[in-house]
Antibody
Framework: EVQLLESGGGLVKPGGSLTLSCAVS????????MTWVRQAPGKGLEWVGR??????????DYAAPVKGKFTISRDDSKNTLYLHMKSLRTEDTGVYYC??????????WGQGTLVIVSS | DIVLTQSPDSLAVSLGERATINCKSS????????????IAWYQQKPGQPPKLFIY???TRESGVPDRFSGSGSGTDFTLTISSLQPEDVAVYYC????????FGGGTKVEIK
């Protein structure tokens, strides 16, 4: 059974930093391309960024609003995906989901972790 | 960047009636090498992650009722619920996976 479990969310002050984790099981994580998607409260889904597998060059791509602020990384030995966020603003508030990127998509999503940026 | 524009933002349909959601892409999502359209549809209910319903524009994910169908090609796509059921109340999103991934703004489906 595929499982993706996000953690690390919480309340952070504007300008602060936070690192999210996504622990994966049920598929070969080291071969997977992994993606972060976020959702502001009451709003739609927003692609945050993606990291390819090591065999595909570990290329990382980011959405324009987070480029330079967010860093995606992975630890294949721990089957874990990370999202390090800095210089956080109120508009970064939302639920952050990790997903496995495949073509076509598969229904592999975590339950999400809530990040609240507020003073 | 590819922009997906969904319409309407919300719609209310009577039980048993048809619901139609549109998704227009700013770029062609049809890849001629494999004759496929790189678009998917998701259903999301409150407090839950999105659930994949359709991919390749018209292929239903396993377990998705056949009252859900996807159609379209190129830049214009449609998700149709042929006979709305109470459990279909949700927000529906289109997603392109032609270049990275972007989502439409969502369409909220309610019971009239």
């Amino acid at each position: 059974e595929v499982q993706l479990l996000e953690s690390g969310g919480g309340l952070v002050k504007p300008g602060g930093s936070l690192t999210l984790s996504c622990a994966v099981s049920g598929f070969n994580f080291s071969d997977a391309w992994m993606t972060w998607v976020r959702q502001a409260p009451g709003k739609g889904l927003e692609w945050v960024g993606r990291i390819k597998s090591k065999t595909d060059g570990l290329t990382i791509d980011y959405a324009a609003p987070v480029k330079g602020k967010f860093t995606i990384s992975r630890d294949d030995s721990k089957n874990t995906l990370y999202l390090h966020m800095k210089s956080l603003r109120t508009e970064d508030t939302g639920v952050y989901y990790c997903t496995r990127e495949t073509t076509p998509p598969t229904d592999d999503w975590g339950q999400g972790t809530l990040v609240i940026v507020s003073s | 960047d590819i922009v997906l524009t969904q319409s309407p933002d919300s719609l209310a349909v009577s039980l048993g009636e048809r619901a139609t959601i549109n998704c227009k892409s700013s770029q062609n999502l049809f890849y001629s090498s494999n004759n496929k359209n790189y678009i998917a549809w998701y259903q999301q209910k409150p407090g839950q992650p999105p659930k994949l319903f359709i991919y390749w524009a018209s292929t239903r994910e396993s377990g998705v009722p056949d009252r859900f169908s996807g159609s379209g090609s190129g830049t214009d796509f449609t998700l149709t619920i042929s006979s709305l059921q109470p459990e279909d109340v949700a927000v529906y999103y289109c997603q392109q996976y032609f270049t990275f991934a972007t989502f439409g703004g969502g369409t909220k489906v309610e019971i009239k």
